[in-house]
Every structure is written in structure tokens, then in C-alpha cells.
């Protein structure tokens, strides 16, 4: 099986604990607990980068472990491991050891794959945790539960409770009928000369496959068929999961319906393969490597 970055996240969630509030509060006390800190957004790094993780000393030194809402993420064989959100809206707290808090695609692709798949599932639950301290139903305030894979609203006649979202989005590589180009395309706000395939949310009342239909229609003007799905990302970026596709165009003229795309062309996959190098192509570029897009335009590159 193909490795994606952020999946294959070793870690064994051990749901049935859940809703035991107090052993879990036991575990992340008890002295063995690896915490991943996550302060506005960012990750803890040594220089090599590889992840930091604090131990409860650490924290027990600098705070008040009663007031922490850590988030239990699971156990790599006998080790518990939770994610923390850290306050500080400036400057993150120094735990006594040096570490480098950074985005984490920023440096994922030095990153073990083990490390940044851990690291993905922490920043997604954190975020959504930040993003979700009200009830969504009545507006009183909602706190964590199920050591933190819910929230509950603390408003008796409500009690609503919820869990963590993750937003599909579908992302597609289409190809034209005679399998010889695929059609990428750019929004103004990549980096110059990035070119990657077609991508898109979800929406209510809506299957994946009627998705890519959609989206692609709306982005470029080109219709599409036979839509195959092959492999998806966890994609934390802030909350999503992308689920790659296959699609095959049943026409070609390119006319973009709405403004995300500024630009979009088929390439053949000399093309591809010319982008950076002197000549026509050679300010153009391909997705980040540890993107679905970019495995979604390197499964298509091998197959000519
Ligand atoms: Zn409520």
C-alpha cells in the first residue's frame, strides 16, 4: 500500500476508554502520558525537526494540570499519548527544554511518517475544539467530554452534545478520453507556477461522485465521467479530509464558470515532466510531494 502523508497514524485510539473521564484523567497524570503541544496552530520541534512531546513533570512545573483539557489520542503500545492546547496569545510557555514552534507543512516532508500523522490528528482535534466552546443549539457554553472526543453543552435543558467534524472535499485528476493529457489548473493565491488538479468541498444532499462532477463543471467548463475513487488524505488544513478521484472528460474546451480557478490547460505528461526545466514549462511546478495532488499526478505519470 501507497504511503500519504498524514495517514498511517500508528497509534491505537482505544475508543472503549472514552467515557471513563476518570481513568483517562488518571492516564494523562500518571506519569508515562507522551502530551503533543499545540500552540496557535503550530507544533513543537527540535532542530533536527523531529517532534516534541512534553511529560507531565514538564507541565506539572509550569501549570495547573486540574485547569488542562488534554485531549487523549490513544496508546502506542503501553504509552498514552494526548494533545494539548497551549495558551499564550504572543508567546508560547517555556517548559525548560528549547523547541522551535513551526506550521506543520511547514517541515512535514523532513518529518517521520509516523511523527506527522500523530501531529495531523492532534492539530485536527485542537482545532476543533477551539472552534466549538459554544453550543452550537442554545449558545451557553459546551465543554470537552469523552476525554475530549465530544463536547457537551453545560446548559441542562440543552445538554446537546457533539463530536469532531472533518469536511470532505473531493480532489480530482482528470484525464481526456483518449488518455494522453490531464487538466490541472491554478488559483491566484498558490505559489507562482503551481499547477495541481481539481479539487472542491462536499455539499449537503450531494454524493462524492456527483461532487467531482460539479466542481469540475463550475471550475473549468469541462464535463466529466467515469469517476473512480482511489485513496484519500487527512488534511487538517483546518479540518478536512480529501478524497482523491480519477475522472474522464467527455469534453475538452476549457471555459471557467467561476473565479476560483485563474487559470486552467490539459498537459501531456512530457509536459508534466518538463515543468522547471528550461523551455516553455519552465516556471511551472507541480503540488507539495506529500500531497494527494501531487500522488493523484504521479499515479497518472506512470501509467505513460
Ligand atoms: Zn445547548
Given at each position: 500500500m501507497i504511503h500519504i502523508t498524514y495517514s498511517g497514524n500508528p497509534l491505537d485510539r482505544r475508543a472503549v476508554l472514552r467515557p471513563n473521564e476518570a481513568e483517562l484523567r488518571a492516564i494523562f497524570k500518571g506519569g508515562a502520558a507522551r502530551i503533543v503541544p499545540v500552540w496557535n496552530m503550530k507544533h513543537a520541534f527540535t532542530a533536527t525537526p523531529r517532534a516534541q512531546v512534553l511529560s507531565i513533570s514538564m507541565l506539572a512545573a509550569k501549570v495547573n494540570l486540574d485547569t488542562l483539557e488534554p485531549v487523549f489520542l490513544g496508546f502506542s503500545d503501553d504509552v498514552p499519548w494526548f494533545a494539548l492546547s497551549l495558551p499564550g496569545a504572543d508567546t508560547p510557555p517555556d517548559f525548560g527544554e528549547p523547541a522551535e514552534y513551526r506550521a506543520l507543512n511547514e517541515v512535514v516532508t523532513l518529518l517521520p511518517g509516523t511523527e506527522a500523522s500523530i501531529l495531523a490528528y492532534a492539530r485536527a482535534m485542537v482545532i476543533w475544539h477551539d472552534t466549538h466552546r459554544y453550543c452550537g443549539k442554545c449558545g451557553a457554553t459546551a465543554k470537552p467530554a469523552e476525554g475530549g472526543h465530544a463536547r457537551v453543552c453545560t446548559n441542562d435543558a440543552c445538554n446537546h452534545r457533539t463530536f469532531p467534524r472533518t469536511d470532505p472535499a473531493v480532489i480530482t485528476l482528470i484525464e481526456n478520453g483518449a488518455r494522453t493529457h490531464c487538466l490541472l489548473g491554478r488559483q491566484a493565491r498558490w505559489p507562482a507556477g503551481m499547477y495541481s488538479v481539481i479539487a472542491g468541498f462536499v455539499e449537503p444532499g450531494e454524493s462524492l461522485e456527483e461532487t467531482v462532477i460539479r466542481e469540475t463543471f463550475e471550475e473549468t467548463g469541462v464535463r466529466v465521467t467515469d469517476v473512480r475513487y482511489l485513496a484519500s488524505q487527512p488534511w487538517p488544513f483546518p479540518s478536512s479530509i480529501m478524497l482523491g478521484f480519477r475522472a474522464r472528460a467527455v469534453s475538452d474546451a476549457i471555459s471557467r464558470t467561476d473565479d476560483e480557478l485563474e487559470d486552467a490547460r490539459w498537459f501531456t505528461r512530457n509536459d508534466l515532466r518538463s515543468?522547471?526545466?528550461?523551455?516553455?514549462?519552465?516556471a511551472l511546478r507541480l503540488p507539495n510531494p506529500f500531497s494527494i495532488a501531487r500522488f493523484l499526478v504521479n499515479t497518472w505519470l506512470d501509467e505513460g
Amino acid at each position: 500500500m501507497i504511503h500519504i502523508t498524514y495517514s498511517g497514524n500508528p497509534l491505537d485510539r482505544r475508543a472503549v476508554l472514552r467515557p471513563n473521564e476518570a481513568e483517562l484523567r488518571a492516564i494523562f497524570k500518571g506519569g508515562a502520558a507522551r502530551i503533543v503541544p499545540v500552540w496557535n496552530m503550530k507544533h513543537a520541534f527540535t532542530a533536527t525537526p523531529r517532534a516534541q512531546v512534553l511529560s507531565i513533570s514538564m507541565l506539572a512545573a509550569k501549570v495547573n494540570l486540574d485547569t488542562l483539557e488534554p485531549v487523549f489520542l490513544g496508546f502506542s503500545d503501553d504509552v498514552p499519548w494526548f494533545a494539548l492546547s497551549l495558551p499564550g496569545a504572543d508567546t508560547p510557555p517555556d517548559f525548560g527544554e528549547p523547541a522551535e514552534y513551526r506550521a506543520l507543512n511547514e517541515v512535514v516532508t523532513l518529518l517521520p511518517g509516523t511523527e506527522a500523522s500523530i501531529l495531523a490528528y492532534a492539530r485536527a482535534m485542537v482545532i476543533w475544539h477551539d472552534t466549538h466552546r459554544y453550543c452550537g443549539k442554545c449558545g451557553a457554553t459546551a465543554k470537552p467530554a469523552e476525554g475530549g472526543h465530544a463536547r457537551v453543552c453545560t446548559n441542562d435543558a440543552c445538554n446537546h452534545r457533539t463530536f469532531p467534524r472533518t469536511d470532505p472535499a473531493v480532489i480530482t485528476l482528470i484525464e481526456n478520453g483518449a488518455r494522453t493529457h490531464c487538466l490541472l489548473g491554478r488559483q491566484a493565491r498558490w505559489p507562482a507556477g503551481m499547477y495541481s488538479v481539481i479539487a472542491g468541498f462536499v455539499e449537503p444532499g450531494e454524493s462524492l461522485e456527483e461532487t467531482v462532477i460539479r466542481e469540475t463543471f463550475e471550475e473549468t467548463g469541462v464535463r466529466v465521467t467515469d469517476v473512480r475513487y482511489l485513496a484519500s488524505q487527512p488534511w487538517p488544513f483546518p479540518s478536512s479530509i480529501m478524497l482523491g478521484f480519477r475522472a474522464r472528460a467527455v469534453s475538452d474546451a476549457i471555459s471557467r464558470t467561476d473565479d476560483e480557478l485563474e487559470d486552467a490547460r490539459w498537459f501531456t505528461r512530457n509536459d508534466l515532466r518538463s515543468f522547471g526545466k528550461p523551455g516553455p514549462y519552465e516556471a511551472l511546478r507541480l503540488p507539495n510531494p506529500f500531497s494527494i495532488a501531487r500522488f493523484l499526478v504521479n499515479t497518472w505519470l506512470d501509467e505513460g
